[in-house]
């Protein structure tokens, strides 16, 4: 049977502009399409941290500018990155699947993902959107209104509450076009972040870490591998200090005791450990590898990177 990978790519392996986007959903699609080449079955789900804060911004404009504008939620951002992200992987999948002679569809799903609005994430807003900002523009962001973090020793980001996802709400849809053969990029952004009220869903003002969504997919879609590609080559404790180390594999329970311990930012490496370690533990014979697009291969092969099993 063929193997089952949820990949999740990082918003910020995406780059800041448009043509850095293009180049690096070439990047990914060359990796990914080495595994489709091999027999896996692809769930793509990307992140958009720099690009929903990118569009917010724009969207903010407009609405100053034009009063005949409201300011966009959070989750129509979420859905706006979503398309175009989807578009630029979609595309790049597409030629590199192409190339390779594999004739396979590829497709974007709009993914809106359920959150409960009594989640304790919307009182601590801890996840890092938008573009790097000096100290002095943190503080004015903060005097706006909008709470503002220091993102893992990297700068001063804008900062939203990021609550779990509880539910994939297209989480048939994706399964119909895994099983038909498609080659699926869903969840993106972490989904769009929606909650229940009688029969509608409505848009939440959060960004859920795609690192979540991905685990949930992965286990709904009983996949084997949840495969975390990001900015660093693996997971290291004391990251970033003189006594920094690099773990090549970390059993569930010592993923836990690390995270019980805070060993890992929240908004950065946090939610990929802790998405790993719960989706190797959810059932015997799967593992989440986490690494960067230049070791992927190996790294499946337990040869680079950092495996949760
Ligand atoms: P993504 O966009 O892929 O989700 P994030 O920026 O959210 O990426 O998280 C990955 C980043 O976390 C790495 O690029 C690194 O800068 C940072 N990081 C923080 N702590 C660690 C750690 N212990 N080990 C490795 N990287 C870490
Ligand atoms: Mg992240």
New binding site residues.
Partial sequence: MARRIVA???????GETLPEQRRAAGETARVLGGLIQGGDQIVLVH?S??QIGLISAAMTGLARRDPEHPMAPLSVCTAMAQGYIGYDLQNALGEELLRRGIRRPVVTLLTQVEVDPADPAFDHPDK?IGPFLTEAEAREMECRGNPVME????GWRRAVASPQPKRVVELESIRTLLDGGSVVVAGGGGGIPVAAVGNALKGVGAVV???FTAALLARELNAQVLL?????A???????KPN?R??THMTVPVAETYLSRG???P???????AAGAAFAKSASGRRCV?TDLAHAEEALRGQAGTTIA
């Fill in positions: 999740a790519i990082g918003g910020n392996a995406l992140g941290g720099p890092p993102d893992a020793g990297r870490d795609k690192d975390i590609l990001t900015g660093v693996g997971v290291a404790i004391h990251y970033g920094q690099w773990l060993e890992f930012p908004g950065s490496m946090r939610p990929k450990v986490i």
